[in-house]
């Protein structure tokens, strides 16, 4: 039996290395966005749904709530979404 071909794309080396850098740097921008910490402080600067939730102490379901009906900020890139721990803080601030 005759082996199958594999085709190969052959980009010229400026593209590549320019696709190999933005691979880098959204893969950087993700990791640090999810990891970011204040200094001297180990609570997060930013939270996916769950995370925050459990930081205000409710329900996801509440959380999602705040952030789709009642306008708790949450910042999207692609498909990663995180909320920021001040926005949390002033949101419960103005609920008082």
């Known amino acids: 039996?005759?082996?199958?071909e594999?085709?190969?794309?052959?980009?010229?080396?400026?593209?590549?290395?320019?696709l190999d850098k933005k691979i880098?740097?959204?893969?950087?921008?993700?990791?640090s966005v999810s990891t970011a910490k204040t200094p001297g402080n180990d609570?997060?600067?930013w939270f996916n749904i769950q995370d925050a939730a459990r930081y205000a102490n409710v329900s996801v379901g509440t959380m999602r709530k705040w952030?789709?009906?009642l306008g708790l900020p949450m910042t999207v890139q692609?498909?990663?979404k995180r909320?920021?721990?001040t926005d949390i803080d002033?949101?419960?601030?103005n609920r008082k």
């Open 1 to 4: 039996m005759a082996q199958a």
């Open 6 to 18: 594999q085709a190969e794309l052959a980009l010229p080396d400026v593209f590549e290395q320019l």
């Open 24 to 31: 880098d740097d959204r893969v950087a921008a993700i990791l």
């Open 43 to 45: 609570t997060p600067i």
């Open 67 to 69: 952030v789709y009906r």
């Open 78 to 80: 692609g498909k990663v």
């Open 83 to 85: 909320i920021a721990r």
């Open 90 to 93: 002033s949101f419960l601030a």
